[in-house]
């Protein structure tokens, strides 16, 4: 009985809105231990591995039991713990933003020094549970003074609670360190969670409430942005380019020794690289901090560093370029507020964008200059890393050192590719105009395949088309300048 009662009520839990309070579990043992509540399955101790309902016992029925106390007289008895974990497929918490947990306890006995602890753990975002801790509680409850009913908070870290998980854990733990020597025994009955719903801020950088996405979609947020579908283009300077992170390097990804995309990370980011119509580009879900790492090179004929971004949510993000000697030998790095930065949000460097792909072009001389840096010199002579903090989630393209904050001049000559006839039945002429050589052509199918290569090295191109399927191609061509994709239609 006491399981369906239980379900019913966290099925109204689900629809509950505002800071109403609302009871997620109620145990009585009334009758009977829950067949979802068991005791520990890893006792190492005999006394420990006892669980037992009462009916003799109660507050004002029966009562959960652990009772015993193993002394041998001189003071070096076992110990005693206990672990209780409920644990239901169907067990929600909905939209809780607080937890309160409450139960009567009758402590009977306890053996001198003895600590007994009160552990409450729920499931954690990403794996694992968000552990509370109350110690000492027998200093609450008088030890062999009857029944009293103890009240905690039990809420976790908002950012590690999952609401979505199933995992409710209550742990008493009658013991100290070492164990021999400590220990009791106790009686336990109505276990109450409470809890109230939490209303949504649209911008604390948390998925709370019924948002969809973080601070974005539900009944309260404005829609969530969606992923970008392409890449941005890869357009190098009018000036010189060192390639960090781009297609356009000349080893496909890096111009730089050594690199590794996935350096360092941490915070509760997901990193990955994503294909989008055939262009790479890094993907941060969840931001915490990120970066990419290569052998010490020196800056210092570059003016600009360039990136590309294209930011779903979020409130901010930071940029940084590590400076061997002022992260290692001056050691001002890892989250010391002197290191160089260049921030994107409502007090940074510029406004966060988002849902579109943004080009920006900064200058060097921020991170030389960084007010905050009093204590050390960023020279950009020995750069080792890149690296990303904030919050919310971001994709990213297109980070060279360059001499010149300008897009090339091809930029514009890109997007005047032509296909011709489009749709075709038999062959696409692709012209590149103004003596601009096309140094590569990748066709794609719907679904992303490669399909066919070619490498004409002219600025008019043939593609044949006849052992093709009716349907949407995508070309990616590249020029010395850059890669542009271009849709083709067989009929």
Known sequence: MTKKITLIIICLFVYSVGYTQTQLLNLTFDSALPSELRNNTGA???SESTLTWSNTVGNPAGSMAATGIV????????GRSFQYLYEDAMFDFGTSGTLEISFDIKIDAALPNTNLQFQTQVSKIGGGVVVVNNENIQNSATIGGGWTKLTFNMTPNPSEFDTNGNLLIFFWNM???????????????????????ATPTCSDGIQNGDETGVDCGGSSCAPCIADPTSAPAEIGSSGTDVYIYSGLASGGESDLSNFTFASFFGGGVTQSEVDLNGNKVGKLEGLGFFGSGWTSYDAT?????????????????????????LANVQSICCGNPQEPRYVFGPTGNQPL?????????????????????????????????????????????????????TLSQEENQLSRFRAYPNPTNKNWAINAGNNTRIERIEIFDILGKSIKILSPNSDEVLIDSTNLKSGLYLAKIKTRSGISNLKLVKR
């Open 301 to 325: 004929s570059s003016t600009f560093v360039h990136l590309d971004y294209y930011a779903t949510s979020g409130t901010f993000f930071e940029f940084y370029l590590i400076d061997n000697s």
């Open 44 to 46: 190492t101790y005999a």
């Open 71 to 78: 002394d041998d007289g001189n003071g070096t008895s076992e």
């Open 175 to 197: 013991a100290t360190a070492p164990i021999d020597g400590s220990g009791g025994a106790f009686e336990v009955d109505n276990i109450v969670v409470t809890a109230s719903a």
């Open 353 to 405: 964008v988002l849902g579109t792909w943004t080009s920006v072009f900064i200058p060097l001389s921020d991170f030389e200059n960084f007010p905050a840096l009093v204590a050390g010199t960023w020279d950009g002579a020995d750069i080792v890393q890149s690296k990303f903090t904030g919050d919310g989630t971001v994709y990213f393209d297109n980070i060279y050192f360059s001499s010149s904050n």
